[in-house]
């Protein structure tokens, strides 16, 4: 239905300050064939503000549209756009009478296809035809059927809203009827006429929206009521292009109002020819003049309203048809580019004929991208076919590729903010590549999901993922600083994903990092519910800045992980552990420091199970991991530095009593035991891990225990396994 704007301009600056709108579109969610946006603005500084209008269609300055906001909203919520089509936005402020402001300044959105392998379907709405009602009546109800093919109507949800809510409050349109059948009864403010777009808005369980909009006149009765203002009939006319505009003399009458109280106002149905502030209504009193003057450089036909409402809202109005003819024709159209691109073939050149088909085609230069056909023709693709007309104009538009800068390799972790829980933390991988697409995996919860498409030319993009019995919703960004961002969210939980681009190739950028490392994740000794042993492993960073871990946790769990350094040496690592029901993740950040090259953050979550050996209780371990830097020694030489004597401490966990034993090093790693105990070691020097066993002199029992030597403090660390808990041991040269 056609959205019949005509704007109360006379009034206009003493009721309402201009309005100063900066409209902006955000964040689409996703539908099926629909899709919604939200649309901000700046509020208006008027204290007399009502509420807002906004209008919108698929074509520049020609809106079929309209939805209201109240006075204190500066965002709206516009439902049922179709992927693939650009939409034009444009809004205003209304006082307490329907007096609205100037239009802001209009914005256009492309409404982008989304990824969804889950889609829902939008409800829908019977129209309803415009309406009529005496002034002081009640309207209805009047019926109409809702429908949905994926949500039962009875969880279909319906609300209203006024363009005019001094003549119907929203409060004033009530519904019936249940299921599929509906009704609406409206109800007029008392002793008010006029006309108000009445607006029905039906809304599924999934967000999904579609609205119908309708025109409810209320007609003016004699009598008590007061009579409606007269506006006498304007002729119609006709100019020439760019003339200096014609004056039209009409007369206002009102049999009950004061003409000082009768506000007179003016709008047209083709603002681009006649746009509001080329029209103005001069003089007072009962003779009037209309001051049309026409926009440089136009031609066409357009109507102007003049409408008179007096202090009960009683509105009469006059239309006349004024014909802007052309003072020339061109014979060729004018074509435009904006950024770096060329149209083919060159038809500015050319001599066109009016009426006959032609196609242009747009080409962007290398880096760079086609967005779209703007002018007299609004269009998305790059081949456009025109009808030739006069004075045509047709703008091709190039933007440098966002893609470009933003593509490679791009590892992030997501995790809820309240803290890591299992079942909402994870790891996302994805590549992107020159032209926009990517594609990639989620790791959560042990089950790994595919994602792919193609990005926005805001770098957005949006995956939807069938989980169980809902579905896991992705949305993530990237920026040209190689950071990509956004959320992970199903059902009741969203974790914010933050990531990096990998940093380094091994041809063309090496990593500074290259080589191996031995990595310690300390024990807590003063706690018998959490692991005493010191968890390790050893750590391989590549010339292209791959980050390999092996390693072997204290209660005796294996673990092997790898991904990518970004550009200032972040590794972000997640393990799904224990069946997917524990895991571990850390950002480890390589940095050179007094007494590591490498640390961070590191979560280690272990479920309850009680037929587990160690630990069956469970576990959060949240504590700092380090490593440093391992050079293996060459022939004969010991992995520490210049020593023959070693202290090996064990203590904590389990056992009875902490002991310690003292060994010889020799030349090529070999161990000699001096302490009475049995002990028996071997070091591996390609790595700098050591294994061994060793005899509790207490309990007259062999454990097995394991380490890593920690070569820039010439010291070694790990755990002795025992009956059901890890102790620590340490090596300590003199």
Not at 505 to 519: E, S
Request: hydrophobic share 40%.
């Amino acid at each position: 239905m056609i959205v019949n704007k005509l704007v109360r301009s006379g009034l206009r600056r003493s009721v309402l300050a201009y309005l100063f709108l900066s409209c902006a579109v955000f964040a689409a969610i996703p539908g099926f064939a629909n899709q919604s946006i939200t649309l901000n603005w700046s509020a208006s500084p008027s204290a007399n503000v009502a509420g807002y209008n906004v209008y919108y269609g698929a074509s520049s300055l020609d809106y079929t549209n309209m939805l209201v906001a109240g006075s204190a909203a500066t965002n709206i919520l516009i439902p049922g756009l179709v992927e693939g089509v650009t939409y034009y936005f444009a809004a205003t402020a209304f006082d307490l009478t329907g007096v609205e402001s100037d239009l802001s300044t209009e914005v256009a959105y492309w409404v982008p296809a989304t990824n969804s392998s889950g889609p829902t379907f939008p409800p829908t709405i019977s129209a309803i035809a415009n309406q009529t009602v005496q002034k002081n009546s009640s309207l209805g109800p009047v019926s109409f059927v809702l429908a949905d093919q994926d949500t039962p109507v009875g969880n279909l949800s319906v609300s209203a809203f006024s363009s005019y809510p001094l003549l119907v409050p929203v409060s004033n349109i009530v519904f019936g009827g249940a299921g599929a059948d509906r009704t609406v009864q409206i109800t007029p403010a008392p002793n008010r006429s006029g006309t108000a777009t009445i607006g029905i808005i039906v809304t599924d369980d999934t967000g999904n929206s579609v609205v119908t909009q309708f025109l409810l006149t209320v007609l003016a009765t004699t009598g008590s009521g007061g009579a409606t203002p007269v506006v006498s009939a304007l002729p119609d006319v006709t100019l020439a292009q760019n003339a200096t505009g014609t004056n039209l003399s009409f007369v206002i009458q009102d049999a009950d109002t004061p003409l000082a109280k009768v506000a007179v106002t003016v709008s047209s149905d083709n603002p681009l020819l006649f746009p509001l502030a080329n029209l103005s209504i001069l003089g007072s009193g009962s003779n009037r003049v209309l001051r049309v003057i026409p926009a440089i450089n136009r031609s066409g036909t357009g109507h102007v309203i003049v409408s008179a409402t007096d202090d009960l809202g009683h509105t009469g109005t006059s239309t006349n048809t004024v014909t802007v003819t052309p003072s020339w024709v061109p014979q060729s159209v004018v074509l435009l580019t904006s950024g770096s691109g060329t149209i083919t073939p060159n038809l500015g050149t050319k001599s066109l004929t009016v009426g006959r088909k032609y196609t242009a085609t747009a080409k962007p230069a290398a880096g760079n991208l086609f967005t779209g056909w703007s002018g007299d023709i609004v269009s998305t693709s790059a081949s456009l076919n025109f009808t030739f007309e006069p004075n045509m104009v047709l703008q091709a538009n190039f933007i440098p590729s966002p893609f470009i800068p933003a593509s490679g390799s791009y590892v992030g972790l997501f995790s809820e903010n309240a803290g890591v829980q299992v079942p909402s933390a994870g790891q996302l991988t994805a590549t992107i590549t020159r032209n926009g697409t990517y594609s990639g995996r989620v790791k959560l919860g042990g089950g790994s999901y595919p994602i792919s498409g193609k990005m926005n030319l805001l770098c957005q993009a949006t995956n939807r993922i069938k989980r169980g019995t809902s579905f896991l919703t992705i949305v993530m960004q990237t920026d040209q600083a190689g950071q990509i961002f956004g959320q992970v969210a199903q059902d009741s939980w969203t974790a914010p994903l933050q990531g990096f681009r990998a940093g380094y190739n091994a041809t063309t950028n090496p990593a500074p990092q290259v080589g191996r490392y031995t990595m310690l994740m300390p024990g807590f000794p003063a706690d018998a519910t959490l692991p005493n042993g010191h968890s390790f492993a050893t750590v391989t960073v590549s010339v292209g800045g791959l980050a390999s871990l092996a390693g072997i946790l204290a209660d005796g769990t294996k673990v092997t992980q790898s991904a990518y350094l970004s550009r200032d040496g972040l590794w972000p690592y997640y393990m799904p552990l224990y069946g997917n029901k524990g895991l571990m993740m850390s950002w480890q950040t390589f940095r050179r420091q007094n007494d590591t090259d490498f640390d961070g953050w590191m979560v280690w979550v272990k479920p309850t199970n009680s037929a587990a050996k160690f630990y069956p209780a469970g576990f959060d371990y949240e504590r700092g991991a380090f490593g440093q830097l391992y050079v293996p020694p060459v022939g004969t030489n010991v992995v520490f530095a210049s020593t023959s004597y070693i202290q090996i401490p064990f203590s904590g966990g389990d056992l009875p009593a902490g002991f310690e034993n003292a060994v010889h090093l020799e030349a090529g790693n070999k161990v000699i035991n001096t302490s009475a105990n049995s002990l028996s070691m071997k070091f591996t020097p390609a790595t700098g891990i050591f294994t061994g066993t060793v005899t509790d002199p207490v309990l007259n029992k062999t454990w097995s225990f394991t380490a890593a030597v920690l070569q820039r403090d010439n010291v070694g660390y790990g755990f002795l396994s025992g009956t059901n808990e890890s102790s620590q041991v340490q090596l300590i040269p003199h």
